[in-house]
């Protein structure tokens, strides 16, 4: 179980991976051998993972997109697998109700995410899709202030 200490450790390197654990220590009042034994104990139990994360909209993938589908049921784990080999597959899960695989896609052109959808008419488990197409991004991991696990105000 995290501590408050924890929850905040993951609260500033969520805005800043590279912030200095020393800077980390100063704002939460501890010293900076805490912050770098924390995050090494983060890090361990797979808590936390610090990475790059990368603006597809800025690298020219514009057509992002949501696509839902249903498939037959025996072949639900390898349609699956087979969805997360395609590099244009950002996002993949299993899911319940309407759907049986939830995927984002992220394509350059419209051409390409046809391209994507023609890809999927082509397996003969997936017996319906819907695809809703993203008009405006308004929160994303790219974005300030982006994806935070502990939101401001749940944080106890």
Known sequence: M??????????????????????????????????????KVLLKQGTLKVTAVVNPQ???????????????????????????????????????GRYDILIIVMNRTPGELSDFIKYLSAIPSIVRTETFQ??????????EPGLSFYPQ???E
Do not use: C
């Not at 993203?134 to 974005?143: A, R, T, Y």
């Open 58 to 96: 800025e690298l020219g993938y514009t057509f992002i997109s949501i696509i839902g589908m249903q498939v037959r049921i025996n072949d639900l784990q390898r349609v699956g697998e087979t969805l997360t080999q395609n590099p244009h597959v950002y996002y993949a899960a299993f899911v319940s």
């Open 134 to 143: 993203n008009l405006e991004v308004i929160k994303s991991p790219w974005m």
């Open 2 to 39: 995290q501590t408050r200490i924890d929850r905040k450790i993951i609260q500033e390197l969520q805005k800043d991976g590279r912030k200095k654990y020393t800077d980390i220590a100063g704002m939460l009042g501890v010293s900076e051998g805490t912050i770098r034994n924390r995050v």
């Open 153 to 155: 105000g749940n944080q």
